[in-house]
C-alpha cells in the first residue's frame, strides 16, 4: 500500500506505547450482551487488571470515563497509582465536567503520587441533560486545556473565553510533577473542530480501528492540520485483540465472544451509550458494512464487536505471529501508541502478554517526551518544548 507521507513528533522511534485498558465503565464479560456479575465494574476487578497490566510489562493503562456507569475516573486512578510500580496512567477526563482550575489540581496531585506516570486523555462529549453542538464543545475543550496549562507552567491563570473568564493567582502546589508542560495528552475525534483542537494543543491522536486507507487519510489529515500550528503530533490506536495459539482457535473465540448477540440486542446496546450518535461511532458502522460475511473487513481485522459496542468495534485476530505483522504494520504507517483490550479484560490481558507483548520493542510516551530512564526520577527533571 503506498501511503502518503505522514509527518509525526516521534519519527526516531522504533518500537510502541503498548497499553491495555481498565474496565472502569462496567463493560467486561465473557460473552458481549450476557452480563455476569463477576466481571462488574468494582474495585476488586477493575483494579485488578490494571495491576495485572502493570505486572505483565504494559507501558499504560487507559481508565476511561463514562456518566451512566462504572467508577469515577480520577478517585480510582488515585487509589490504583500508589499500587503501580512501572505502568502510566491514561486517565481519561471529560471537559466541562470539573471547573478547571480545580481539575488542573487534582490532576496535579495524580502525577505526582504517580511521580509522572500520568497522561490524559481528552474528552469533549455532551454533559448529560445539555446539547452542545461539534464546535462549542471542542471549543469549550480547547479553553479547558488552555487553563490547565497555564496553571501547570505559570504562576497565574489569566483567561478569557467563551465559556470562562478567570483571574486567578497560581500556588505551588498546582503545578505537576512533569515540569515539561504537564502529561501528555491524548486525543480522538474526526470532525473539523475536533481535527484542529487536537492539532493545536495535543499530543497523541487516537483513533478508533478502520482499513490502514482510512487510518491513513486520517493521519495525513491531522499532519496538515498540525503543520499550521508549527507542530507534529504523534499516533495511537484503540484496538480489541484476539490472540490464541492458531488462527482456527482465535476465530472460534471471537465467535463464541458473540454467542448471545443478535441484531435487536446489539442496538440497544449500542444505542444506550452517550456518544451513539457521534461521527465516530457512524464511520465504525461504515467500517462494520465494508466487512465480508464472516465480519473481517480486511486481514486479521475482524468488527464483530461493533455489533455490540458504540465505540471502538473492531479487534486484531489471529495466531501470534499473525497479531504481531499486523501489529508491525501499523507501526509501519507511523502509529506509536496502542491500546489494547479484549473479553474478559484480564484473561486477554496475558494471553497478549504471553503471546505477543514480549516480541513488540516498547517503551512509554512520557519516557519519549521527558528523556529520563525507564525508572520515574526522585525529583521532576526538565526537557526541551513538545513540538
Not at 466481571?39 to 507501558?59: E, F, H, I, P
Not at 458504540?310 to 505483522?325: E, H, T
Request: glycine share 8%.
Amino acid at each position: 500500500m503506498n501511503l502518503p507521507p505522514i509527518e509525526i513528533r516521534s519519527p526516531q522511534l522504533e518500537g510502541a506505547e503498548v497499553a491495555w485498558f481498565a474496565p472502569l465503565c462496567n463493560g467486561d464479560d465473557r460473552y458481549l450482551g450476557h452480563h455476569d456479575i463477576r466481571y462488574k465494574s468494582d474495585w476488586s476487578n477493575t483494579s485488578n487488571v490494571a495491576l495485572c497490566a502493570d505486572r505483565l510489562g504494559y507501558r499504560n493503562i487507559l481508565c476511561p470515563s463514562s456518566y451512566q456507569v462504572g467508577q469515577d475516573t480520577l478517585i480510582f486512578a488515585s487509589a490504583v497509582a500508589p499500587l503501580t510500580t512501572q505502568i502510566n496512567l491514561l486517565t481519561a477526563i471529560r471537559c466541562g465536567e470539573v471547573h478547571p482550575p480545580m481539575l488542573g489540581r487534582a490532576i496535579a496531585t495524580l502525577d505526582h503520587l504517580l511521580r509522572g506516570r500520568l497522561t490524559i486523555n481528552i474528552i469533549s462529549s455532551n454533559l448529560p441533560g445539555t446539547e452542545l453542538s461539534s464546535a462549542e464543545r471542542y471549543q469549550r475543550s480547547r479553553e479547558v486545556i488552555e487553563i490547565l496549562k497555564q496553571g501547570w507552567t505559570q504562576d497565574y491563570i489569566d483567561h478569557q473565553g467563551e465559556f470562562y473568564q478567570l483571574k486567578l493567582d497560581n500556588t505551588d502546589p498546582v503545578k505537576t510533577y512533569q515540569q515539561n508542560g504537564g502529561p501528555l495528552l491524548y486525543f480522538g475525534g474526526y470532525s473539523p473542530p475536533a481535527v484542529d483542537l487536537c492539532a493545536e494543543h495535543c499530543d497523541v491522536y487516537l483513533m478508533w480501528p478502520e482499513t490502514k486507507e482510512r487510518l491513513a487519510e486520517l493521519m495525513q489529515k491531522m499532519s496538515q492540520k498540525a503543520a499550521t500550528y508549527g507542530r507534529k503530533v504523534d499516533f495511537g490506536l484503540r484496538v480489541h485483540v484476539i490472540v490464541r495459539e492458531t488462527e482456527a482457535e482465535a476465530r472460534a473465540a471471537a465467535r463464541e465472544l458473540m454467542r448471545f448477540i443478535d441484531e435487536k440486542k446489539g442496538t440497544e446496546i449500542r444505542e444506550r451509550a452517550l456518544d451513539a450518535k457521534s461521527y465516530g461511532v457512524a464511520r465504525q458502522t461504515e467500517t462494520r458494512s465494508m466487512a465480508n460475511d464472516e465480519g473481517f473487513v480486511e486481514e486479521h481485522l475482524w468488527t464483530g464487536i461493533g455489533r455490540a459496542r458504540s465505540g471502538c468495534g473492531a479487534a486484531i485476530v489471529g495466531n501470534p505471529g499473525q497479531v504481531l505483522r499486523k501489529i508491525q504494520s501499523y507501526m509501519d504507517m507511523g502509529i506509536r501508541a496502542f491500546i489494547f483490550s479484549g473479553y474478559p479484560h484480564a484473561d486477554e490481558c496475558k494471553l497478549f502478554a504471553k503471546y505477543v507483548l514480549p516480541h513488540i520493542p516498547t517503551f512509554s510516551m512520557p519516557e519519549v517526551q521527558m528523556r529520563r530512564p525507564t525508572k520515574p526520577p526522585q525529583s521532576p527533571l526538565s526537557a526541551g518544548p513538545r513540538n
